[in-house]
């Protein structure tokens, strides 16, 4: 199968999980305890009021009318308007896409070379003092939750020794790179222990498959062996592994946002779920939808060029 005809059948495959996914959000939406024009209407609303405030927002309308709207609307890149506040929908996401991209870029810069470089030298020692102490490290810190290990760094250095800001609160994540790094280190944690694993794993796989045997009695360097022939190969396993971190990143990473108090994705959604907000939940679910099927496309591309025998056997 030639990469162009697997793109076409994956990217058909992504359109109809986002259809799906949408369906499903708006009825799952709709299905949420409380009503916003209450919310709206504010402590012991008159019935009256409530009725007015459901017909000015649209709620007495059937559900089926709504979703077809909504579906029209967002063909044309219309993500509605908040019930709570009347911003549309666009500015949320503007407004919080920014923090949880600063947090995913910075995250990713940091995770896949750390990765690579842990994985290959514990297979390159395999069995050895080194492998050991990663393995042992990685499978600890993997057993610990992100809120527990962001509670214990805040605690230590923002609080005790004071070395680095507890939050981010009124701080500018660019212009005050230090309030970064507790909530950097929260995030890159379990992912790196996971994806060094499997660097490892693959990478010992590949150093003993046929075809490096074979480029070995070919006569080809070692160095060469190992990063030319070998590692593409072990990174494929890690590939799929990375895309999946990529989409916990992108798609609001709410416990460290809420801990560290950043105004990402994860905060907006939250909130837009206390409040019953559900334009502003269905606009997110959209975005998180689409960010999981475009991330997944790209890395089973990649992992078809990296090795296409294992695509084409699974």
Same mark, same amino acid.
Do not use: E
């Given at each position: 199968m030639s990469l162009r005809r697997y793109a076409a059948r994956r990217l058909a495959l992504g359109l109809v999980q986002v259809l799906a996914v949408v369906t499903v959000v708006f009825l799952l939406v709709q299905a949420l305890?409380?009503?916003?024009?209450?919310?709206?209407?504010? &402590?012991?609303? &008159?019935p009256k009021r409530i009725e007015q405030i459901r017909v000015a927002m649209g709620l007495d309308r059937p559900p089926l009318e709504r979703f077809g709207d909504w579906v029209a609307g967002l063909a044309h890149g219309d993500f509605g308007v908040s019930l709570i506040s009347g911003r549309p929908v666009v500015e949320f996401l503007h407004d919080g896409l920014g923090p949880t991209l600063v947090l995913a870029v910075l995250a990713l810069v940091l995770l896949i070379p750390l990765s690579v470089l842990l994985g290959v030298l514990a297979a390159l020692r395999e069995g050895g003092p080194l492998d050991r102490a990663v393995t042992t490290v990685t499978v600890g810190l993997h057993s610990i939750p992100e809120f527990a290990l962001a509670v214990v760094l805040i605690?230590?250095?923002? %609080?005790?020794?004071?070395?680095?800001?507890?939050?981010?609160?009124? !701080? &500018?994540?660019?212009?005050?790179?230090?309030? +970064?790094? +507790?909530?950097?280190? %929260?995030?890159?944690?379990?992912?790196?222990?996971?994806?060094?694993?499997?660097?490892?794993?693959?990478?010992? &796989? !590949?150093?003993?498959?046929?075809?490096?045997?074979?480029?070995?009695? +070919?006569?080809?360097?070692?160095?060469?062996?190992?990063?030319?022939?070998?590692?593409?190969?072990?990174?494929?396993?890690?590939?799929?592994?990375?895309?999946?971190?990529?989409?916990? +990143?992108?798609?609001?990473?709410?416990?460290?946002e809420a801990v560290f108090v950043i105004p990402g994705l994860g905060t907006i959604l939250v909130d837009a779920v206390a409040g019953r907000d559900l334009p502003v939940v269905q606009g997110l679910a959209v975005v998180f939808a689409v960010t999981t099927v475009v991330v997944n496309l790209v890395a089973d591309l990649l992992v078809f060029r990296l090795a296409p025998r294992s695509v084409a056997i699974a």
């Open positions: 305890p409380g009503d916003a024009a209450v919310a709206l209407a504010g &402590d012991n609303p &008159d605690a230590l250095f923002g %609080v005790q020794l004071r070395w680095l800001p507890p939050t981010a609160v009124g !701080a &500018d994540l660019l212009g005050q790179p230090a309030v +970064l790094v +507790l909530p950097l280190v %929260v995030l890159v944690a379990r992912p790196l222990c996971s994806i060094s694993r499997l660097v490892r794993a693959g990478m010992i &796989d !590949a150093l003993a498959s046929d075809h490096v045997r074979h480029a070995r009695r +070919l006569g080809i360097g070692v160095t060469r062996v190992r990063f030319a022939h070998a590692l593409p190969t072990a990174l494929a396993p890690a590939v799929q592994q990375v895309a999946r971190t990529t989409d916990w +990143l992108l798609g609001g990473v709410i416990v460290v």
